[in-house]
């Protein structure tokens, strides 16, 4: 009969090499480059027309609203740039007409080793919960970084941010920065918790999450990728420590 | 915070039936009966004025749509030496969506549980009035993003009725292949979910690991690992030319196979079985009565699924086996989930082997309910699925749904009374609810 043991190993190992190797075809899909605007030319009008979100404007295209729809790819943009894209402030998230991004590669150093996440829905569509918490699953295996969820805020290191904030989870999600111990960081993974991304303007919702708590990272995206999202929390780690 | 002040005595919940309180009602007051399984197609009976349970149900359809935290099901007031309420979210609960239960137990056992809901309120079909059907489709589409296909051929087909628009038959194909993905990435993920919840660590992994597998397939033929755009015209690039038709379907089959085996396994582990068997159960008449779908109701004996009801293309050109279970508990809808898997796969594998050459000739959408208004309706992972579609101008008058979570979570309030604590997570899981299809 078989058993679990047998399968585990005639499955082999899943687990991807990231971050020790770049991430691989399989783990990009189109989507999870972000639209860049044409090289050394201006954004043409009817790109910034395309756009249902206003992420695009003759200065530039702002991931932060980007929910790559891919429509603007008929009318001059393609979608490019590199598979990671966290940032740690919202103005770089900008890519600025003409060519050429802004994004720092240095990482930011403010934790440790270990972390512990904790997640928390703001009003999200389940796509970016549910790539969260792929973190875990052996294909990503999270706990081989020293990535551990928690489901108390209590013992996060890290607060993890997704959707967009609705009116009724101001006080919860600010109740959870509260209880968490210091130092603490905050991933805001993406386009709803940055700008509202799809919904930005409806009723009962805030802006961004910008209004509500300090944001050490930013994971454009609408979802961002599993290993956009790893990208970002190892980022929290000093120079040397993301490889765990 | 205390929760709103809705009771509903027995006598008053009866009038809470299926028809009532969970039978969507559309905004100008024409009364749409959807739980009439013995129709072949999609009734809606215009009536001059509303139906008339009247105050229950205007109390609880405040409820559906007032500000949180607000009932998802019905609750009666249950009073005792020792009994307290016990609000149990809306973070921190181990669910990854935010929402909340208040729990009324005088201990170990619940004797009543309230799902509530509105704290994702996004107010996203609201909003929509106005937009251009591809617009609002992006939107849509982000409503829910695990069965974001479902709610998108459900919206494009009612606004293509409304529009009396008729759609090339290859765009039907495409919206069904992606939604028979979905669905079986869905079910992977309950199956792990419950695996999860009954710490059967290397077969909860394996099943993540299958449905990360599910979702890389739908990223590399779709362009977006959710199906984001990827039905609509303009979407990302969608890979489905021969090459990469037969390359999935190898790649599903493969994992047809290991899903088979996974399953073994499962079944193999009693401790497993035991802790799902019996839990959570929803008797068929409760099931009925209250207008559950999907396969909470087929684990209770109700053989009743839209791919067959109202069979469209390609459905009506293909072979689909239909799985029924009787015991209604969380293991008959975990089971029913496995045969759906199995059914799935064996759609596409049909699906991709007779794929039309080219656009192929138009087909006519199903005709308006009225001028201008179309409904369109699909059977999502967890249940049919319905939207309604009125359509001015080009642009949206307005749009509402009637989702599987809405009409599922009475039932799994009613199957919780009187189970212990622990069976929360299995009993939740094996529903497969979503706070964000009914938090719209
Ligand atoms: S891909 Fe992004 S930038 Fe381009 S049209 Fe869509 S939302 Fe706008
Ligand atoms: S950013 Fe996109 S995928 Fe993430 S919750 Fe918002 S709509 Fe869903």
């Known amino acids: 009969m078989p058993s679990w043991i047998e399968r585990s190993w005639t499955r082999g ?8 190797t770049p991430a691989s075809e399989a783990e990009t899909p189109a989507t999870a480059r972000a639209p860049v605007p044409p090289q050394g030319a201006p954004i043409p009008p009817s790109a910034v027309a395309s756009c249902p979100v206003e992420a695009i404007s003759p200065r530039g295209v702002d991931q932060g609203r980007c929910i790559r729809c891919a429509r603007c790819l008929t009318q001059g943009l393609r979608l490019d740039g590199a598979a990671e894209s966290a940032v740690s402030a919202r103005s770089e998230l900008l890519l600025p007409a003409g060519g050429g991004t802004t994004r720092p590669t240095a990482p930011l150093a403010s934790l440790g080793r270990s972390l512990h996440l904790f997640l928390v829905d703001v009003g999200s569509c389940n796509a970016c919960n549910l790539e969260v918490v792929a973190l875990a699953n052996p294909f990503y295996d999270s706990q081989r970084l020293g990535l551990f969820f928690t489901n108390s805020p209590r013992h ?38 940055i700008s509202g991304g799809a919904f930005r303007g409806n009723p009962g919702l805030r802006g961004s999450i910008d209004e509500l708590l300090p944001v050490d990272v930013y994971v454009p995206g609408c979802p961002p990728t599993p290993i956009q999202i790893l990208d970002a929390i190892l980022r929290l780690r000093g120079a040397g420590r993301r490889e765990g | 915070m205390s929760g709103p002040a809705w009771t509903v005595t027995p006598a008053e919940r009866y009038e809470l039936s299926a028809e009532h309180a969970l039978a969507y009602v559309p905004p100008d007051g024409a009364f749409a009966l959807y739980n009439d399984y013995a129709q072949r197609r999609s009734v809606l009976v215009p009536t001059p004025s509303p139906v008339r349970p009247e105050d229950v149900v205007a109390t609880w359809r405040d409820q559906l749509v007032g500000p949180p935290p607000r009932r998802l099901a019905p609750q009666e007031t249950v009073e005792g030496y020792g009994t307290f309420t016990f609000p149990y979210g809306p973070v921190s609960m181990g669910v990854p969506e935010s929402g909340r239960f208040d729990v009324i137990t005088y201990g170990e056992r619940i004797l009543e549980l309230g799902p509530l809901g509105g704290y994702k309120s996004r107010h996203v079909l609201n909003a929509l009035a106005g937009a251009t059907i591809e617009d609002a489709a992006l939107r849509i589409e982000r409503l829910a993003g695990n069965v974001s296909a479902s709610h998108v051929a459900a919206f494009l087909a009612a606004a293509e009725s409304a529009r009396g628009e008729s759609v090339p038959r290859s765009e039907l194909w495409v919206r069904a292949l992606a939604q028979e993905l979905q669905r079986v990435y869905n079910h992977v993920h309950v199956l792990a979910r419950i695996a999860e919840a009954a710490s059967q660590n290397v077969g909860s992994a394996q099943s993540h690991a299958l449905a990360e597998e599910i979702l890389r397939l739908q ?3 779709f362009g977006h690992r959710w199906l984001f755009g990827a039905l609509l015209p303009g979407g990302p690039a969608r890979h489905l030319d021969p090459p990469d038709r037969k390359a999935l379907d190898r790649e599903l089959q493969r994992c047809a196979r290991e899903f088979d085996a996974l399953w073994e396994l499962f079944l193999d582990s009693r401790t497993f079985i035991d802790r799902i068997q019996s839990t959570c159960p929803v008797d068929r008449a409760s099931a009925v009565h209250w207008g559950g779908v999907g396969p909470t109701l087929r684990a209770c004996g109700v053989r009743w699924d839209d791919r067959l009801r109202v069979p469209g293309p390609p459905y009506n050109d293909l072979f689909l086996a239909l799985p029924e279970e009787r015991d209604g508990d969380a293991l008959a809808r975990l089971l029913v989930r496995v045969q759906e898997v199995r059914a799935s796969f064996l759609l596409i594998e049909q699906m991709l082997d007779r794929w039309p050459p080219g656009p192929g000739s138009p087909e006519p959408a199903s005709s308006p309910v009225l001028p201008g208004r179309g409904l369109g309706r699909v059977e999502a992972p967890s249940g049919d699925l319905v939207y309604d579609v009125s359509v001015a101008n080009g642009k949206l008058a307005s749009v509402s749904a009637r989702t599987p979570s809405q009409a599922n979570w009475p039932l799994f309030a009613l199957g919780m009374r009187n189970a212990v604590f622990t069976d929360f997570h299995f009993a939740l899981e094996s529903f497969g609810l979503l706070f964000a299809e009914t938090d719209r």
């Open chain 2, 219 to 221: 990223g590399r033929a």
């Open chain 1, 156 to 193: 996060a290191d890290v607060l993890l941010v997704v959707g967009v904030p609705t009116e009724p989870m101001v006080e919860p999600l600010r109740r959870a920065y509260e209880a968490m111990p210091g130092p603490k960081a905050v991933v805001a993974i993406g386009a709803c918790p």
């Open chain 1, 13 to 20: 190992i899943l687990t991807t090499r990231y971050p020790r």
